[in-house]
């Protein structure tokens, strides 16, 4: 007999996902994590990162309170406050998921995993382990250039532990993560310059709220250089950064931030030597079951590059435990899969966006809202908002739903569910208007 049924490395969204169910269906289960449990998204990705959107957006709230009778005398921003008190939050969310595993009975290796064969493990320490099944739930990681002088760069994962606020940043990328740290920094008063080696940012977004988010940036005071790369990075002796750039001036800033991708990690888990296939940039290529070309081994979330979101890795995992362990056949649907910007203003979007449909579907109907939501009325703020509805021209169900604005994240996800039960317009017209929000502007559109 096996040592576990299932030995999972990576403590991430979908590793713990899955430890947890499996665990719940009675399996023996075992997981094993080298850095911090909670994965990328718990530890340095999307809850640290929405943290500091959230304290970013007091930048313009403290403004804009004057004008609702708020007297609020001087505004200063300690970045040392905030960044300890976010990553005191990360401590607290990384016992709490320890706290479920533990309480699951899963066995816990806060130690480094690989792969000797198809149902054997070494860790770190030496010991071997046996697992009927193993799954692989490393996640991805920040891709770095190779350039002179990246020594002096970071990436997504320093940004929380900064010693400081730089006066000027250069962030090179056009992808959510560039976009989302530029808001951030520009709203904590760091001059931002955001470096593309195209002119095209946010790609799988549709292009006329992406358009919307740069004219924003714009009128904010974010720098914009596209067609643009950057060749090598040198410090000065005053501390400052000098960056060489082709398509461009060269810059000068305080500090350099690269997000221009995330790479699945695979490397030195021992999977190529056991026959398991991977894929472009080291992905794990799975079937619709998670199961890799070795029948023991599996994978979910961002290793196997499929869709790399959070909630996608989460139901991944829990397809697998539901499959293999609790005997429910379960396989996810990447279907009109809802995602964000937590830019400034964010943006969000679900199913096809206006060029995809006209070039999958054919003729469609396009209806929008552009409008400039009461609170900004009143702060005297002439940021506007833009709603879009993408119909099927021919069955007139609702196939995209597209917005920027403040809070479109959190409407998205409730309007997502219309795309997701292929609603038609009319029944989107049909629902009664719950005013006075900007949600409303949802089922106004004609």
Known sequence: ?????????????????????????????????????????????????????????????????????????????????????????????????????????????????????????????????????????????????????????????????????????????????????????????????????????LRHYDQQIVDRLIQISLRKGIDFKFHATIDRVRREDDGRLHIAMTGCDNLEADQLLFAIGRKPNTEGLGLEAIGVELGEHGKLKVDEDNRTSVPSIFAVGDVTDRVQLTPVAIREGQAFADTFFGKKQCRVDYGSIPSAVFSHPPLAGVGLTEGHARNTIGPVKIFTSDFRPMKNVLAGRNERSLYKLVVDAESEVVVGIHMIGPDAPAILQAAAIAVKAKLKKSEIDATLALHPTMAEELVLMR
């Open 1 to 201: 007999m096996a040592d576990f049924d299932l030995f999972v490395i990576g403590a991430g969204s979908g590793g713990v996902r899955a430890s947890r169910v499996a665990a719940a269906y009675g399996a023996r289960v075992a997981i094993a994590e080298e850095y911090k449990v909670g994965g990328t998204c718990v530890i340095r990705g999307c809850v640290p990162k929405k943290l500091l959107v959230y304290g970013a957006h007091f930048a313009e709230d403290l403004d804009d309170a004057a004008m609702f009778g708020w007297n609020v005398p001087q505004k200063t921003f300690d970045w040392t406050v905030l960044r300890d008190n976010v990553l005191a939050e990360v401590s607290r969310l990384e016992g709490a998921y320890t706290e479920t595993l533990k309480s699951h009975d899963v066995t816990i290796f806060h130690e480094r995993a690989t792969v000797t064969g198809p149902n054997s493990i070494r860790l770190a320490s030496g010991k071997e382990v046996t697992a009927d099944k193993i799954l692989i739930a490393t996640g991805a990681r920040p891709v770095m250039p190779h350039i002179d002088g990246i020594e002096h760069a970071i990436s997504s994962n320093e940004v929380f532990h900064l010693d400081k606020l730089p006066k000027r940043i250069v962030i090179a990328g056009g992808g959510y993560i560039a976009n989302e740290f530029a808001g951030i920094f520009h709203q904590f008063g760091t001059h931002v310059t955001l470096v593309n080696r195209t002119d095209v940012i």
